[in-house]
């Protein structure tokens, strides 16, 4: 049962880790006078927040889905709306992608972290994750998954954790890499934050289509 879970869930966890946001957000933080602190500090702040959003909706679709029994209507109509707007941000990040030689700038709240000290990374970590609507969108989702599973309250725990842990650990690679690396890989991570503005536009976005459609098949199914 509990792998039936993680194997679900799976999808949304790669979207979440593909998700450039958090990334160049952490990566502008590293950089600053007092990175390593303040990158821990995000890091914190991220986890903290994506687990309580994550327990949240686990608990809600839980409730709805009826501990793995038939379903309520709502949740069927719950992962039409969830499909839907997964699919309608696919379209969105799909036409926005940067073309052919054209460079994509750090969004302006992203880029003014450079000077933010830990008390501050780790708001900002925390508002990255729950404040962000492709986030909150791909938690939910991925909890409609577990509606026909009949979970324990440690099962669901574990759930839960290992969809955190899962989906932040480039996030988590990252700031323990820049606080174990050199000069070298300092460089590393500042070209990174380049390569995931240009290119992760495209990746989220057949992602997300593909959980979309995923996801509306299944809320279609439930309501024939």
């Given at each position: 049962m509990l792998a039936d879970a993680i194997g679900k869930m799976l999808p949304a966890m790669m979207a979440?880790?593909?998700t450039p946001i958090q990334i160049v957000a952490a990566i502008v933080v590293l950089g600053g006078p007092r990175g390593r602190a303040s990158g821990f500090a995000f890091l914190a702040g991220w986890l903290v927040a994506?687990?309580?959003?994550?327990?949240?909706?686990?608990?809600?679709?839980?409730?709805?889905?009826?501990?793995?029994?038939?379903?309520?209507?709502?949740?069927?109509?719950?992962?039409?709306?969830?499909?839907?707007?997964?699919?309608?941000?696919?379209?969105?990040?799909?036409?926005?992608?940067?073309?052919?030689?054209e460079e994509r700038a750090a969004p302006a709240w992203a880029a003014s972290l450079g000077e933010a000290g830990p008390a501050r990374a780790f708001a900002a970590g925390a508002s990255t994750a729950a404040a962000n609507p492709k986030i909150i969108a791909l938690v939910l989702s991925s909890a409609t998954s577990l509606a026909y599973l009949a979970l324990s309250a440690r099962e669901l725990l574990a759930v839960t954790s290992l969809f955190v842990l899962l989906g932040s650990m480039p996030l988590i690679a990252l700031v323990v890499a820049h606080a174990t690396g050199g000069p070298a890989t300092a460089s590393r991570i500042r070209d990174l934050k380049g390569f995931m503005l240009r290119h992760n536009d495209v990746i989220l976005a057949v992602v997300l289509a593909m959980l979309g459609v995923n996801i509306l098949g299944n809320g279609i199914s439930g309501l024939r």
């Open positions: 979440i880790a593909l994506l687990g309580a959003l994550a327990t949240v909706a686990n608990l809600l679709v839980e409730t709805l889905g009826e501990g793995g029994r038939t379903a309520s209507p709502l949740l069927h109509w719950f992962q039409l709306a969830a499909g839907l707007l997964l699919l309608v941000m696919a379209m969105r990040l799909w036409r926005a992608r940067p073309r052919s030689g």
